[in-house]
C-alpha cells in the first residue's frame, strides 16, 4: 500500500512538474524530485533455515574458519563461528571438505543490457545520441530473461551492478540487481541501494562522437581535453540546477522546470547517487579526481583501472575503489599497459581493489579471476590471505554500491547471500555447488529443479543443460 | 656432474635473452606429464641435448654427468602448451588499425593472404603468451571479404629474430553466421563459393590461361586453393551449429580427399558421435556456454568433454580474445576439467592433439627424440594458480621477462621522492 501512494504521489509530481506548475503553498504540497519511481518489488523468496557444517569459511571481513558452521535463519545470517550445532528445524548441509563464502558481486556487468543471444535487437546498454545521456536509466534496457543472468548464479554471483555502457561521457544510471529471476526488472532490484552514475574517461567517448559513424569531424568531444570540458560543462549545469532546486524548497515559488538528465547529476551532489567511472589511464584517473574536487563530488570507483597499480597511493589517498580485470590488456591503447599485478598491487597500496567482470563469460568465474591475481600477487613476494583477498569480490563491491551494510559478508544480521563451493574457490576445479540469496537456495548444482532456466531457452537446443 | 640449482637459471632467464646450454641439461624430480605412453612420471628425470629431448626416466636412473641440473622437486613438467588457434603476433593493439594484420577487408585476395606475412616476433602479446608456457602458437588470419580467412602458420613463441614459422600450416574459412555474411548473406551463399572455389581450383591453371577469371577465385587465389582442394594442406572450418557441423560432416564424406578440422563447434556435443566416426578434429573453447548466437544456442561448458567422451579429437583454445589472451586456454583446459573431463585429456587438449591436427612432428609430448619445448611450472600447469618457473623451446632457456613485467618492477615501489619513476629500469 505504501509503496503505491508513493508511486501516485510521484505521478502527481512529474505532471505538475511537466506542465511547470507549482504554486507557494506551503512545504507538504511542495514538488519533490521522486526519487524511486520504479520501486523494488523484490521480496526473499521462502527459507526454511539452513545450518551448514563442518565448512572451511571465508567470511568476507578478512577471516577464516575452518571446520565452521554458519546458521541462516529468516533470510539472514543468524550465526556464524565454530562450535555451533543446528537448531533442530534447520536443514543441516554437510560442507565437510567444501567451502562458504559470502555470495560474489559483481560491480560491472551488462547482463540484461547486452543478453545473450547478442543479436542486433538486444543491444540496449548505450544511448549514444548524445555524449551526455545522463538521463537514461540502465534499468529501462534490461531484458530480465537474458540466460546470462542463471549462468552468473551458477557462478556464485548473488548480486551485480547493470551499468549502461562506456560510449558516453555520462553513459546514464546504473542499477544494482538481487541475482533472481524475476518477470521484471523491478523484481530483481536490490531494495534500498543507492542509484549510480556511469562516466567514462578517454577512448571510448572521443572514438564514439569524434570520429563515430565513420564520419570525422563528427561532434565533441574529439579529444581527451573535448571530455574533461565536457564533464565540468555538465557539473556546471548541473551545480545550477541544485541551486535552483534548493532555492525553491527554501523560499518556495515556481519549481524548477524538471529535467532527467540534471536530476541525476544533482542525485551525484546531493551525496544520492554514488559514480561508477570507467577509466584506463593512471593520468586520467589523477584529472578526474581533480574535477571531482572541483564540483564536490566523489567517484566511488574507477572501473577497469588498469594502470591503477601506477597510481595506487593516490588512490587510497583519495578514497576510491579500482574494479579491475585479473589480466585483460592490450584491446587498445589505453590497456596496452595491464598488468596481472595490478589487483594486488593496488591492494597492497592500501587502496580498495575490486575483480569486476565485463563480460557475461568472465561474470561466471570471478573467484578464479581473483585466484590468478592472489596468485601472481604471491609469485612476487605480495601475500595475501585468501580470506583477506575475498573482500576483492564480496565487500569491496558491496562498500561500493552503497550495500555493505546490508550483504558482502557474513555477519550476523546481514543478508544470507551464500555459496556453498565444492572445494577451495581458490582452484579452478571448484564449482558452486549452492546459491543462496537471502537465504533461499537458487541454484543447486546437483538438482536440476534448482536450477533456473530463461523464458529464451525453453524449447531450443540444450534446455535446461548443465550449462 | 656440474650442478646448478633452479634459482641460478631462473635469475639467468631473467637477464638473458635466450641463454644457450652448450652442455646437456637434466630436469630431475619433477612430476613429468609426457604426454606418450610413459604417462606421468613422479620425480622424473628428463634429459634433453642439442635442443632435443635423450631421454624419459624415472627416479634414480643416471643423469650424465657433464648435464646441468634443473632442480624440479615439488614441481610439475609439461610439454611446453600449443596454443591451437590465436592471433598472436600479428595485432599489437587491436583498436588500432595500423597494429592489426588479422584481416583486409578491402583485399582483392582472400585464399592468398598468408597471415605469416604480419607475424612480427617481437609483438609484446608473443612474449606474453610464452610466460605462460605456451611455446607453440597456432595464428590464423580472420575471413573479411569473403568465408576464406586465408593461410594460417605456426610458430615458436621465442620472439626472436630466428623465430621458427611454418607457413601455410592450414587455410581458415568461416561457414556458419559469419561466413553468411561474408559470402553475401546466407548458408547457400557460403556453400555456393566455397564449392565454386574448389572448382576454380581444380580448374587452375588451365582456365586462366584463356585470360579468363574463375567462378569465386581470381588467378592469385584459385592457385593458394590449391593444396587444400588436393587435400595436401589442413582446411579448418569455423562453424558452431548442429547443422553447420552435419552439413561439413556431409561434405567431408563426399570428398573424402580433403583434410578437414573444425573450429568453434559449440554445438558439436550434438553430433558428437558423428564427428568420432567422420575423424574431423574439433579445437573448442570450454568457456563458451551462453547462446551467445542463434547458432551457438546449445552451447556448454561441458561440451569439450562431451565431445572428447564420444571420441572426437579435441583441442582447447581460448577464443574469445585470441590476440592478447590465447594464454588463456590454460585456463579454460582447467575448466573443462570442472566440467567433466579428465586432466589427462585436457593436458592432451593442449599438446597432443593441437599437434596432430597441424601435424607438428615431436610437439606436444616429452620422450626421447620430440623437440625440447618444455616447461618447469610451481605447480599443476592447469591449475589458475600455477605458473611456469622454466620455459624452455627447442632446448633454449626463455626469458621470462615481458614488457608487462617490466612495467609492473617499475611501479613496485611509487617512490618518487628523489627521482621521477621513468629513470627506474627493471
Same mark, same amino acid.
Given at each position: ?148 543472468? !542463471? ?29 533472481? %529471476? ?8 536490490? %531494495? ?24 570525422? %569531424? ?229 538438482? @536440476? #529443479? ?18 | ?97 595500423? !597494429? ?14 598468408? @597471415? ?12 606474453? !603468451? ?10 590464423? %588470419? ?67 590461361? !584463356? ?42 564424406? #563426399? ?116 623437440? #625440447? ?48 619513476? @621513468?629513470?627506474?629500469?627493471?
Amino acid at each position: 500500500m505504501n509503496r503505491i501512494s508513493l508511486a501516485g504521489l510521484s505521478c502527481l509530481a512529474l505532471i505538475l512538474a511537466a506542465c511547470g506548475g507549482s504554486d507557494k503553498a506551503d512545504s507538504k504540497d511542495k514538488i519533490t524530485v521522486p526519487k524511486d519511481p520504479f520501486p523494488s518489488t523484490y521480496a526473499p523468496y521462502p527459507n526454511p533455515s539452513v545450518f551448514i557444517a563442518n565448512a572451511t569459511i571465508i567470511d568476507g571481513t578478512g577471516a577464516l574458519i575452518e571446520q565452521g558452521g554458519l546458521l541462516i535463519e529468516n533470510g539472514k545470517v543468524s550465526a556464524i563461528g565454530k562450535d555451533l550445532s543446528a537448531p533442530g528445524d534447520a536443514k543441516v548441509i554437510d560442507a565437510a571438505g567444501r567451502w562458504v563464502t559470502p555470495g560474489i558481486i559483481d560491480n560491472h556487468s551488462h547482463l540484461g543490457v547486452y543478453p545473450s543471444p547478442g543479436v542486433s535487437a538486444h543491444g540496449d546498454g548505450n544511448e549514444i545520441s548524445g555524449p551526455v545521456t545522463a538521463e537514461v536509466w540502465s534499468e529501462h534496457g534490461i531484458w530480465p530473461q537474458d540466460p546470462g543472468f !542463471t549462468r552468473a548464479l551458477a557462478g556464485g554471483i548473488t548480486s551485480l551492478q547493470v551499468l549502461p555502457g562506456s560510449a558516453n561521457l555520462f553513459g546514464g544510471r546504473g542499477v544494482t540487481l538481487k541475482n533472481v %529471476p524475476s518477470r521484471t526488472v523491478q523484481g530483481m532490484k536490490f %531494495p534500498g541501494a543507492p542509484y549510480t552514475l556511469k562516466m567514462a574517461c578517454g577512448e571510448n567517448p572521443k572514438r564514439v562522437y569524434g570520429y563515430g559513424s565513420g564520419n570525422y %569531424p563528427g561532434g565533441s568531444p574529439y579529444s581527451r581535453m573535448g571530455n574533461v570540458a565536457g564533464y565540468r560543462e555538465s557539473w556546471i549545469r548541473a551545480a545550477d540546477y541544485k541551486r535552483k532546486w534548493e532555492k525553491y524548497e527554501k523560499e518556495g515559488g515556481d519549481a524548477p522546470m524538471r529535467d532527467l538528465e540534471l536530476d541525476t547529476l544533482k542525485g551525484v551532489l546531493d551525496g544520492d547517487i554514488l559514480v561508477h567511472m570507467h577509466c584506463y589511464r593512471a593520468d586520467e584517473m589523477a584529472q578526474v579526481i581533480d574535477i571531482s574536487k572541483e564540483f564536490g563530488y566523489k567517484v566511488t570507483a574507477f572501473h577497469h583501472a588498469v594502470e591503477s597499480y601506477k597510481i595506487a597511493d593516490k588512490l587510497a589517498e583519495y578514497g576510491a575503489c579500482s574494479s579491475m580485470w585479473a589480466d585483460w590488456w592490450g584491446f587498445k591503447m589505453e590497456a596496452y599497459d595491464g598488468i596481472k599485478e595490478n589487483i594486488p598491487m593496488v591492494h597492497k597500496a592500501g587502496a580498495c581493489a575490486i575483480v569486476h567482470s565485463d563480460s557475461d563469460i568472465g561474470i561466471q568465474r570471478l573467484n578464479q579471476e581473483a585466484a590468478k591475481a592472489w596468485a601472481d600477487g604471491k609469485k612476487i613476494g605480495i601475500n595475501i590471505p585468501e580470506e583477506e583477498a575475498w573482500q576483492w569480490l564480496s565487500l569491496n563491491p558491496a562498500k561500493s554500491l552503497g550495500i555493505d551494510g546490508k550483504t558482502g559478508s557474513l555477519v550476523p544480521g546481514k543478508m544470507a547471500d551464500v555459496v556453498v563451493w565444492s572445494g577451495n574457490p581458490f582452484s579452478v576445479y571448484t564449482k558452486a555447488d549452492q546459491v543462496f540469496v537471502d537465504g533461499a537456495l537458487m541454484y543447486d548444482r546437483s538438482d @536440476a #529443479a534448482n536450477r533456473p532456466v530463461m523464458d529464451f531457452e525453453l524449447g531450443q537446443p540444450g534446455e535446461g543443460d548443465l550449462k | 656432474m656440474s650442478v646448478r640449482h633452479i634459482a641460478s637459471l631462473i635469475a639467468a632467464a631473467a637477464c638473458l635473452a635466450l641463454p644457450v646450454l652448450a652442455a646437456p641439461v637434466a630436469i630431475v624430480g619433477g612430476n613429468v606429464w609426457t604426454g606418450t605412453s610413459q604417462g606421468t612420471i613422479p620425480s622424473g628425470i628428463v634429459v634433453i641435448d642439442e635442443g632435443r629431448v635423450v631421454s624419459v626416466s624415472k627416479a634414480g636412473s643416471p643423469v650424465p654427468l657433464e648435464a646441468t641440473v634443473i632442480d624440479a622437486t615439488g614441481k610439475w613438467v609439461s610439454p611446453g602448451f600449443i596454443s591451437a588457434f590465436s592471433r598472436t603476433g600479428i595485432v599489437e593493439v587491436d583498436a588500432e588499425d595500423a !597494429t592489426d594484420d588479422t584481416s583486409a577487408s578491402g583485399s582483392d585476395y582472400s585464399v592468398a593472404l598468408d @597471415a605469416a606475412d604480419g607475424f612480427n616476433p617481437d609483438s609484446t602479446a608473443v612474449a606474453v !603468451t610464452r610466460v605462460e608456457g605456451v611455446t607453440r602458437i597456432v595464428v590464423a %588470419p580472420e575471413a573479411s571479404s569473403n568465408l576464406f580467412a586465408g593461410q594460417g602458420f605456426v610458430a615458436d613463441t621465442s620472439g626472436g629474430v630466428d623465430t621458427e614459422i611454418s607457413r601455410k600450416a592450414f587455410l581458415l574459412i568461416s561457414l556458419g553466421d559469419h561466413g553468411a555474411a561474408l559470402a553475401g548473406g546466407s548458408r547457400p551463399a557460403a556453400w555456393a563459393q566455397f564449392r565454386a572455389a574448389l572448382d576454380d581450383a581444380g580448374a587452375y591453371p588451365a582456365r586462366y590461361f !584463356t585470360g579468363n577469371d574463375g567462378t569465386a577465385l581470381g588467378r592469385v587465389d584459385a592457385e593458394a586453393l590449391g593444396p587444400a582442394a588436393r587435400g595436401e594442406q589442413l582446411i579448418l572450418i569455423e562453424a558452431h551449429k548442429a547443422s553447420d557441423l552435419n552439413a561439413i560432416m556431409d561434405f567431408a564424406a #563426399a570428398n573424402p580427399g580433403l583434410k578437414i578440422a573444425i573450429v568453434g563447434a559449440d554445438e558439436g556435443w550434438r553430433v558428437a558421435p558423428r564427428l568420432a566416426r567422420s575423424g574431423i578434429p574439433v579445437i573448442v573453447d570450454a568457456f563458451s556456454n551462453l547462446p551467445a548466437s542463434f547458432e551457438q544456442l546449445g552451447a556448454t561448458a561441458e561440451n569439450a568433454s562431451r565431445m572428447m567422451d564420444a571420441g572426437v579429437t579435441i583441442a582447447i583454445s581460448h577464443l574469445g580474445d585470441s590476440s592478447h589472451q590465447a594464454r588463456l586456454a590454460i585456463q579454460v583446459a582447467g575448466n573443462a576439467v570442472a566440467n567433466g573431463m579428465s586432466h589427462d585429456d585436457a593436458m592432451k587438449a593442449l599438446t597432443t592433439a593441437p599437434a596432430e591436427i597441424f601435424g607438428l612432428q615431436g610437439l606436444g609430448v616429452i620422450g626421447p627424440g620430440a623437440r #625440447a619445448d618444455i616447461v618447469v611450472w610451481d605447480g599443476d600447469p592447469l591449475e589458475i594458480t600455477s605458473n611456469p618457473d622454466v620455459v624452455m623451446i627447442d632446448g633454449d632457456v626463455q626469458s621470462l621477462t615481458t614488457r608487462q613485467t617490466e612495467l609492473r618492477d617499475r611501479y613496485l615501489k611509487l617512490d618518487e621522492s628523489t627521482r621521477p619513476l @621513468a629513470y627506474v629500469k627493471p
